[in-house]
């Protein structure tokens, strides 16, 4: 078991040192984005239209949270180039 273990490890070293893998790998990846876009992108579409047509506590909470990291990040990342002076 051993042997047919480090046989697969070493066609995997020998692939990956001349190039071989590269191919898979990045089609791999590229079908793992285009599944996670397929499910992000509808769900935060049907979460902004749900928060824009329907008014109450919930949807003026989230805003509230959404704005203030927003607050939040753009102040920080202002202050790590320098536009705002603070402590």
Same mark, same amino acid.
């Given at each position: 078991?051993? $042997? !047919?273990?480090?046989? &697969? *490890? +070493? ?6 040192? @001349?190039?071989?893998? #590269?191919?898979?790998? =990045? %089609?791999? #990846?590229?079908?793992? =984005? @285009? =599944? $996670? ?16 047509? &329907?008014?109450?506590?919930? @949807?003026?909470? %989230? +805003? #509230? %949270?959404?704005?203030?990291? $927003?607050? *939040? $990040?753009? @102040? !920080?990342?202002?202050? !790590? ?7």
């Amino acid at each position: 078991m051993d $042997t !047919r273990k480090q046989a &697969i *490890a +070493r066609q995997c070293l020998e692939g990956a040192e @001349s190039g071989a893998m #590269t191919f898979p790998q =990045i %089609v791999g #990846t590229l079908i793992e =984005i @285009s =599944i $996670t876009l397929a499910i992000a992108v509808p769900l935060g579409l049907l979460g902004a239209v749900f928060l824009h047509e &329907i008014p109450g506590r919930f @949807s003026q909470f %989230v +805003r #509230t %949270v959404v704005e203030a990291m $927003t607050a *939040a $990040t753009y @102040s !920080r990342n202002f202050a !790590r180039i320098g536009a705002v002076s603070g402590p």
